[in-house]
């Protein structure tokens, strides 16, 4: 099954007066394959303690959060995709796997996809047990398997003050046809990460496709 899929990134910007966390949903008609997110307060000590998709009132994993350190303004980055084959929209069945570690002041976790998904990207959260913020996340990347395609995603955090412990969640994103057919994709279209953030009004929505895809050309 020869798949076209076209990509895009749709971004949300949260102030610092919203708080230290910040969502972006897609809009109606896209598969969520990854995320991702930028701090941009410029504070030195600060940092992300979560980036991973969430779902939304239906259920559905159709949005991406941040979480960081201290209130700042945060950039949050949601991929979406449509798929086509020979011109027709093509079903696609989208699942997130996650696994999360045990308690422990340096926690660590990997989560594998099943046989027959195709890995999109992932996310990782630091489950703090307690209100102070000591322990934050070390690692959030891919695992790739002998074919060079990602196969699964790790997450990994530390306690900055002795006695910290806590569990970090690792999620995978996996996609394949609605039979259950795994897919043979080609990236057809995927434009480039923003660099420069608008001095309007911050939103933490992307309201529609053509702006966000204006906001990446």
């Given at each position: 099954m020869g798949v076209i899929i076209e990509s895009y990134a749709f971004i949300g910007v949260a102030t610092q007066d919203g708080g230290p966390c910040a969502q972006v949903w897609l809009p109606p008609g896209y598969i969520l394959t990854g995320g991702g997110a930028y701090e941009m307060g410029g504070k030195r000590n600060n940092v992300l303690c979560a980036s991973h998709p969430i779902r939304?009132?239906?259920?559905?994993?159709?949005?991406?959060?941040?979480?960081?350190?201290?209130p700042v303004?945060?950039?949050?980055?949601?991929?979406?995709?449509?798929?086509?084959?020979?011109?027709?929209?093509?079903?696609?069945?989208?699942?997130?796997f996650c696994a999360t570690s045990a308690l422990?002041?340096?926690?660590?976790?990997?989560?594998?996809?099943?046989a027959g998904w195709t890995g999109t990207g992932g996310g990782a959260q630091d489950n703090m047990a307690g209100p102070a913020n000591g322990n934050l996340l070390t690692g959030s990347y891919p695992l790739l398997g002998p074919d060079g395609?990602?196969?699964?995603?790790s997450a990994s955090g530390r306690d900055t003050q002795a006695g910290h412990a806590a569990r970090v969640t690792a999620f995978v994103i996996g996609i394949r046809g609605a039979q259950g057919e795994a897919l043979n994709v080609q990236v057809a279209s995927n434009p480039s990460?923003?660099?420069?953030?608008?001095?309007?009004?911050?939103?933490t929505r992307a309201n529609s496709e053509r702006n966000a895809y204006n906001s990446y050309a």
């Open positions: 939304n009132r239906h259920g559905v994993y159709s949005g991406w959060t941040v979480a960081a350190l201290d303004p945060l950039a949050v980055f949601a991929i979406g995709v449509k798929a086509f084959e020979d011109g027709k929209p093509v079903e696609i069945e989208q699942h997130v422990v002041p340096e926690p660590g976790v990997s989560v594998r996809l099943p395609k990602i196969s699964g995603w990460m923003v660099t420069r953030f608008s001095n309007g009004p911050a939103t």
